[in-house]
């Protein structure tokens, strides 16, 4: 079976869903008139996966009480991630198991689940007479009260009118967001046609109330065809999830959605989703769908309504991701309008056209710069991909070094490989891509359970680019991004630029069919498992797990405060170090350690680079404050303040490089015949004229020149810059 490395960019626990496709890892399947599944096949599903998991992964966890209290930390918040349904006595009358959840585990028991099952179905049910009564009557918005959203610190509520109370600050909360946003709509109408009758005050907070009661009302109905061994599927990776955070369970149902090759086009708007308590937040964007394209939408946006063209938009916090990517979803050339907060906190509605958001997109492409008299390629990479059932079908590989060719036929003097956002994919496309920058020699090692380390290599002795070279990382690059970086760092071959260090991903998955362990019985499919089941290595030795890449430039980035990594979650797989494979480093460049030395000097005193520093830490300080106030007047005052504070980055986004960035000859030729690829490449090569990271490794690639090519170069810049003025 294949290893497929798999990438997670945040601490949630609970799924990740692509937009345009709905994969999800594991979510619930939608099913009225289910009956409740038989107790005896939960059990052997749990007697099933201690016995694979305690054989399949790389590094089971000791199954005692430190484990179990794991096990009910996660559980419980997967249920009641904002803690309005369970009381501070369901706590701790849940808390007498904490300890025995191990035992139960192993001993097929039940106990603990059907409690815990049996309790959320009463709390809900009485959530929904609790919400409808709130939204009966108006708000309220002149007097002064506020509500705290920081749910991992506020305690559960003592009592049902404590709960009551929380329910009814949060709706509020809701419903003064959706107010304020009217209101501001209602301005922006009457500014355009002064002729416009504005909605009055009363008419808005009726609609925002109603709006909210449709929005509850669906939810509720989509929690009530749920049944019984969906919330199982739950109790189940709760489990799982304790060996590491990349290792779950896949009902059936899930099985089949994991399963389906990504491949031709798509519908929708290109990004990915992952849940946040009871948040839906934005975790990638796709390269070249429609979100990519806008370059409003950003990763860590919260999404708080979706609304359809010019229907009104559905509150979907605390929605299941699945129904929230139902929402988003939809026909090539509608319309979609996301009510997003910012990692800043700024509320902002941002319009979205659908549209086919083609696989094209996600394959490498190149494009051509001159900067003081020499010319670079610049490849970017967005994901390291293959066709495992067709030998023949592309692959990263296979591409980048066609791409490589055919810039050296342009006769560059340079080569930039992005990898910024990439979470991975195949691992021999990783051998394949390092092999092409060096002679020959070991890429990675990789480690099974008990097993003798791997050395994976690069045996073929040709070099396809021998030139200066620069790979750029963020912290999203993850798992083949890592081990890309890290050979190439390690052989010293080329200058590793970007955040302080990559994601830090450096375990491998593979996908275990449970049936196979079960002859003929009489209870059906019971679906998968993904377990880590092996570790890769640099060739130093060390593991790129939890510390990723550290960059030998580090570039500010406005993400550089938050808690994104690999290294953030509480039971992610320690890092650990083996023997170094045996390499020769690259000592070609002699320019390697002033180029270094020169670029840290630059980006100390370079505006852009400080104002984003600052950005950085103020998005920092935002992302902590979780107190709204629930008066209309400083609601708005707070908004308007992040607002104008937000706008002294606003250089950030306006920023311009002046550096002009072209096609290769094959796409031109073939942009004659298609207006799309044009208008596609066009948008790159927009987005890397306004790219200072981009402009930085570029200065790198002049740093890394011979003394004598750098003398050429500006020898010709001159004699060029004269026949132009003359």
Not at 283 to 306: N, Q, R, T
Not at 337 to 362: F, H, P, Q, Y
Request: charged fraction near 30%; charge should be neutral.
């Amino acid at each position: 079976m294949n290893a497929i490395i798999e990438f997670m960019k945040r601490n949630y626990k609970i799924l990740i869903a692509v937009l345009c496709l709905s994969v999800t890892l594991f979510a619930f399947k939608i099913n009225a008139g289910k009956t409740d599944p038989d107790p005896n096949k939960d059990k052997m599903l749990l007697e099933l996966l201690a016995f694979v998991i305690e054989k399949g992964h790389y590094n089971p966890p000791v199954i005692d009480d430190a484990f179990s209290k794991g096990i009910f930390k996660d559980y419980i918040e997967s249920l009641d991630p904002s803690k309005r349904f369970f009381l501070q006595s369901d706590i701790e009358e849940f808390k007498q198991y904490e300890l025995m959840l191990d035992d139960q585990f192993i001993n097929k028991d039940l106990t603990f689940f059907n409690l815990t099952y049996t309790r959320l179905m009463k709390r809900m049910e009485e959530s929904k007479k609790r919400y409808k009564t709130i939204l009966s009557q108006p708000f309220n918005y002149n007097i002064d009260e506020t509500f705290n959203a920081d749910y991992d610190k506020i305690p559960y509520a003592s009592s049902l009118v404590d709960i009551n109370e929380r329910w009814r600050k949060q709706i509020k909360l809701s419903t003064l967001s959706s107010l304020v946003t009217k209101q501001k709509l209602e301005e922006d109408k009457k500014k355009k046609d002064a002729g416009y009758k504005m909605k009055s005050f009363e008419q808005l907070e009726k609609e925002t109330r109603e709006s909210s009661l449709k929005s509850l009302d669906d939810n509720f109905s989509l929690i009530k065809d749920l049944n019984k061994s969906d919330w199982f599927s739950v109790y189940v990776n709760a489990i799982m999830s304790r060996f590491d955070p990349h290792t779950s369970y896949f009902a059936p149902e899930e099985k089949d959605r994991f399963d389906v090759n990504i491949s031709g086009k798509l519908e929708g708007i290109g990004a990915r989703l992952t849940k946040k308590n009871d948040f839906t937040q934005i975790d990638e964007l796709i390269s070249g769908g429609p979100a990519w394209k806008g370059k409003e939408l950003e990763s860590g946006d919260l999404i708080l309504k979706v609304g359809q063209g010019n229907n009104e938009p559905v509150d979907v916090v605390g929605m299941r991701l699945d129904d929230v990517v139902k929402k988003i979803k939809g026909h090539k050339g509608t319309e979609v309008k996301l009510t997003v907060k910012k990692v800043d906190g700024t509320i902002k509605v941002i319009s979205i056209i659908r549209d086919v958001v083609e696989i094209e997109e996600t394959y490498a492409k190149s494009s051509i710069v001159e900067k003081n008299g020499l010319k670079y390629g610049v490849i970017y990479l967005p994901k390291f991909y293959i066709d495992f059932e067709n030998k023949d079908g592309r692959d990263a590989g296979k591409d980048i070094a066609l791409e490589v060719e055919r810039l050296k036929k342009e006769n560059i003097n340079g080569i930039v490989l992005d990898v910024r956002d990439d979470g991975g994919g195949s691992l021999s496309t990783v051998v394949d891509i390092a092999g092409l920058f060096i002679e020959e020699g070991p890429i990675v090692q990789v480690k099974s359970a008990g097993r003798k380390k791997e050395v994976l290599y690069d045996k073929d002795k040709k070099i396809e680019w021998d030139g200066p070279l620069v790979i750029m990382v963020n912290s999203f690059s993850a798992s083949a991004s890592e081990i890309l970086a890290a050979a190439i760092q390690d052989y010293r071959r080329g200058v590793i630029i970007g955040s302080k260090q990559t994601y830090g991903k450096g375990t491998v998955q593979t996908v275990i069919d449970l049936n196979q362990f079960v002859r003929n019985s009489e209870f059906g499919d019971f679906g998968a498992l993904k377990a880590t089941a092996q570790k890769f290595y640099r060739i130093n030795g060390g593991s790129t797990q939890l510390e990723g890449v550290k960059s030998d430039i580090v570039m500010p980035d406005r993400y550089s405060y938050l808690k994104m990594g690999e290294r953030d979650i509480d039971n992610a797989m320690p890092w650990d170090k083996i023997d170094q494979a045996e390499y020769r480093i690259w000592n070609s460049n002699q320019n390697f350690n002033q180029a270094i030395v020169n670029s840290k000097a630059r980006i100390s005193q370079n505006p852009q680079f400080k104002l984003i520093e600052d950005n950085a830490k103020w998005i920092d300080v935002k992302s902590k404050e979780n107190v709204y106030s629930l008066n209309i007047n400083s609601f708005k005052e707070t908004q308007n303040q992040v607002e104008n504070e937000g706008k002294k980055y606003k250089p950030i986004t306006d920023y311009k490089n002046n550096l002009v960035f072209k096609s290769l000859p094959h796409e031109q030729s073939e942009m004659l015949k298609d207006p799309a690829l044009k208008d596609k490449r066009d948008i790159w090569h927009q987005a890397l004229s306004k790219d200072v990271y981009v402009e930085e490794a570029l200065n790198v690639l002049d740093d890394l020149q011979s003394k004598t090519i750098s003398k050429a170069a500006i020898s010709n810049k001159m004699k060029k810059d004269k026949l132009a003025k003359s």
